[in-house]
């Protein structure tokens, strides 16, 4: 039995680390993710909408 995993994602609504969000939730959906994003030019929260 595995325990449960509490990711902490830095810079989540970007390109490279939403598609990390999406792919950890649809593979790993047992586990909590946690995004920190200062939202500034590089980031989108759209990225993010499907979660």
Do not use: C, H
């Not at 595995?2 to 047992?30: C, D, H, M, R, S």
């Amino acid at each position: 039995m595995t325990k449960n995993k509490v990711l902490l994602v830095t810079g989540g609504a970007g390109f490279i680390g939403a598609n990390f969000v999406l792919y950890w939730i649809q593979n790993n959906p047992e586990d909590t993710v946690i995004v920190l994003d200062a939202l500034t030019y590089a980031g989108n929260r759209e990225n993010l909408a499907s979660v």
